[in-house]
């Protein structure tokens, strides 16, 4: 529960590169909108809050206070004394921003941390900060780790030396002060707000042809939310965690840097409350598991697929994904500029999709496109940014896609998802004559070894494709480029009535 002080709370942009209905603790906000710059928020404690469904924010049911005490800066304005135990703690290195110093001690094994969190307050609280742990747990464990309720606690087991200098990660600091800090609980606690997930405007349809999906949406790279194509899979009945551990057994799949075992994935997930769950997203399921590519089709509007005809050396196209509520993906584009379709077979999943042309509020594309700069997590990217949008002109398409649902994501969009719920979805990348030349393009740009992924290849993969669609399919390319080619010509050509209007006067002109 949150304590009686009121918390005065300022928003900070966090940059990195590249749920089932519960019962909430409501917290009032106040907020002066400011797009791009720090906003300011008001927190009031659950017991002094009047309803203010408009700026209001939800903690989660399962929400403590922070573990160590730590408070917004604003609150220091609360103190008497004006002390924070930040800067004596720190000594000389107070003038370091709390991103910097978390940076200085992300380059510390793990028994230095342990060793430098006795030596003040200030560093006891820097140095319990679970994103340290979580790195650490994370560099030292690819074989799989078995979560212990907290990232330090996990570490600290698996560690063999009994002479880890440990001291309690449960002690209470007084007057600690930091937005840095409180930031990263709030992201882990927070309750999507109802405004998050209201606007549903993607176009949804059911029964439609092949030809008519073609037409209305893979031709004009527009999303679709699509319904009633799953009812056939074996997968929608079937899998469920039970049935998904008992089939995979001992078999470990990619969780972020490590591979897990599904039952030890479960256990951490049901564990994990940190703004940035990992998230199981393996491509090699169906190998590793082969029954699991047999549980489910490929929807019959996908079903050409251009990049087959390179066989074993096509790059990763398809993916189990696995997650707890709050998990996902920030804003990205998916690879190789293909098209993607994602299944979602239980729980549900919050799209935000935003245009080619449009680069989404908050995230920001290096001129290469090697690189994402985006906010730390996708709760941070909806507080600080999704209002920024409400004013656009191209505003972003968004829906929740439950079980059952599929929904197309066209090459080049911008797109976010995040689990509302456990959830358990397939998603294929692909490639069909509609975005063929696009691909092709992509594929042999300048720096295509850092853009290329899911190959080891990157360097030849544009000729190997080329050649294998020449060799399968002789004259595609030839006929596609045409094609597009009578396109962009029928574009430029100007219509009936520009012809006969005066660009100048802004009249019609009359020739006699």
Same mark, same amino acid.
């Given at each position: 529960?949150?304590?009686?002080?009121?918390?005065?709370?300022?928003?900070?942009? +966090?940059?990195?590169?590249?749920?089932?209905?519960?019962?909430?603790?409501?917290?009032?906000?106040?907020?002066?909108?400011?797009? +791009?710059?720090?906003?300011?928020?008001?927190?009031?404690?659950?017991?002094?809050?009047?309803?203010?469904?408009?700026?209001?924010?939800?903690?989660?049911?399962?929400?403590?206070?922070?573990?160590?005490?730590?408070?917004?800066?604003?609150?220091?304005?609360?103190?008497?004394?004006?002390?924070?135990?930040?800067?004596?703690?720190?000594?000389?290195?107070?003038?370091?921003?709390?991103?910097?110093?978390?940076?200085?001690?992300?380059?510390?094994?793990?028994?230095?941390?342990?060793?430098?969190?006795?030596?003040?307050?200030?560093?006891?609280?820097?140095?319990?900060?679970?994103?340290?742990?979580?790195?650490?747990?994370?560099?030292?464990?690819?074989?799989?780790?078995?979560?212990?309720?907290?990232?330090?606690?996990?570490?600290?087991?698996?560690?063999?030396?009994?002479?880890?200098?440990?001291?309690?990660?449960?002690?209470?600091?007084?007057?600690?002060?930091?937005?840095?800090?409180?930031?990263?609980?709030?992201?882990?606690?927070?309750?999507?707000?109802?405004?998050?997930?209201?606007?549903?405007?993607?176009?949804?349809?059911?029964?439609?042809?092949?030809?008519?999906?073609?037409?209305?949406?893979?031709?004009?790279?527009?999303?679709?939310?699509?319904?009633?194509?799953?009812?056939?899979?074996?997968?929608?009945?079937?899998?469920?965690?039970?049935?998904?551990?008992?089939?995979?057994?001992?078999?470990?799949?990619?969780?972020?840097?490590?591979?897990?075992?599904?039952?030890?994935?479960?256990?951490?997930?049901?564990?994990?409350?940190?703004?940035?769950?990992?998230?199981?997203?393996?491509?090699?399921?169906?190998?590793?598991?082969?029954?699991?590519?047999?549980?489910?089709?490929?929807?019959?509007?996908?079903?050409?697929?251009?990049?087959?005809?390179?066989?074993?050396? +096509?790059?990763?196209? +398809?993916?189990?994904?696995?997650?707890?509520?709050?998990?996902?993906?920030?804003?990205?584009?998916?690879?190789?500029?293909?098209? #993607?379709?994602?299944?979602?077979?239980?729980?549900?999943?919050?799209?935000?999709?935003?245009?080619?042309?449009?680069?989404?509020?908050?995230?920001?594309?290096?001129?290469?496109?090697?690189?994402?700069?985006?906010?730390?997590?996708?709760?941070?990217?909806?507080?600080?940014?999704?209002?920024?949008?409400?004013?656009?002109?191209?505003?972003?398409?968004?829906?929740?896609?439950?079980?059952?649902?599929?929904?197309?994501?066209?090459?080049?969009?911008?797109?976010?998802?995040?689990? /509302?719920?456990?959830?358990?979805?397939?998603?294929?990348?692909?490639?069909?004559?509609?975005?063929? /030349?696009?691909?092709?393009?992509?594929?042999?740009?300048?720096?295509?070894?850092? /853009?290329?992924?899911?190959?080891?290849?990157?360097?030849?993969?544009?000729?190997?494709?080329?050649? #294998?669609?020449? #060799?399968?399919?002789?004259?595609?390319?030839?006929?596609?480029?045409?094609?597009?080619?009578?396109?962009?010509?029928?574009?430029?050509?100007?219509?009936?009535?520009?012809?006969?209007?005066?660009?100048?006067?802004? #009249?019609?002109?009359?020739?006699?």
């Amino acid at each position: 529960m949150l304590g009686s002080k009121t918390l005065i709370f300022k928003k900070q942009k +966090r940059k990195r590169k590249n749920g089932k209905s519960k019962k909430s603790k409501k917290v009032s906000v106040s907020t002066k909108e400011e797009e +791009r710059v720090t906003k300011q928020h008001q927190i009031a404690p659950q017991e002094e809050v009047e309803e203010e469904d408009d700026e209001g924010f939800s903690l989660k049911a399962s929400a403590q206070s922070d573990s160590h005490g730590v408070q917004p800066l604003g609150n220091l304005y609360f103190n008497p004394s004006s002390h924070n135990s930040r800067n004596t703690g720190l000594g000389n290195l107070k003038t370091l921003t709390d991103e910097l110093v978390l940076d200085i001690l992300g380059l510390l094994e793990g028994t230095h941390l342990g060793i430098l969190s006795n030596v003040s307050k200030g560093f006891y609280i820097f140095c319990n900060h679970e994103p340290l742990w979580r790195n650490l747990v994370l560099e030292t464990s690819k074989g799989g780790f078995f979560f212990k309720g907290s990232w330090k606690s996990t570490f600290v087991s698996a560690y063999k030396q009994p002479s880890f200098p440990v001291l309690s990660s449960g002690l209470k600091v007084r007057d600690f002060y930091s937005d840095y800090l409180f930031q990263s609980w709030l992201c882990a606690n927070l309750e999507m707000k109802p405004e998050w997930l209201e606007k549903d405007n993607i176009v949804r349809r059911k029964g439609i042809s092949v030809d008519e999906f073609v037409m209305n949406f893979e031709e004009p790279n527009k999303p679709v939310l699509l319904e009633g194509c799953l009812e056939s899979w074996p997968a929608l009945e079937k899998w469920n965690r039970d049935y998904l551990a008992e089939e995979c057994g001992d078999v470990k799949f990619s969780v972020g840097p490590v591979e897990m075992k599904l039952e030890d994935y479960f256990s951490y997930s049901d564990q994990a409350r940190e703004e940035r769950p990992l998230y199981l997203f393996d491509p090699k399921f169906a190998e590793k598991v082969p029954q699991l590519g047999k549980d489910y089709d490929v929807p019959m509007y996908f079903n050409e697929d251009l990049f087959s005809v390179l066989g074993n050396e +096509r790059p990763d196209y +398809r993916w189990i994904i696995i997650g707890p509520a709050g998990s996902g993906s920030s804003f990205h584009i998916d690879p190789n500029s293909t098209s #993607a379709w994602n299944a979602v077979i239980k729980g549900s999943k919050k799209w935000v999709l935003f245009p080619p042309d449009v680069i989404p509020p908050g995230v920001h594309p290096s001129p290469d496109g090697a690189e994402v700069a985006s906010p730390v997590s996708i709760i941070e990217w909806f507080m600080n940014f999704y209002n920024a949008t409400k004013n656009w002109k191209k505003r972003p398409i968004e829906c929740v896609c439950k079980a059952g649902e599929v929904i197309f994501v066209p090459n080049g969009w911008w797109h976010l998802v995040i689990n /509302l719920e456990d959830s358990i979805a397939i998603t294929q990348n692909f490639v069909s004559r509609r975005n063929l /030349l696009n691909v092709l393009e992509f594929l042999k740009k300048p720096n295509a070894c850092t /853009l290329v992924s899911g190959t080891s290849d990157r360097v030849n993969l544009h000729d190997k494709f080329k050649n #294998a669609i020449e #060799a399968y399919l002789p004259g595609t390319i030839d006929e596609l480029t045409l094609k597009d080619e009578e396109k962009k010509a029928q574009q430029k050509k100007p219509s009936f009535w520009e012809s006969v209007t005066d660009s100048k006067a802004g #009249a019609f002109k009359f020739s006699f």
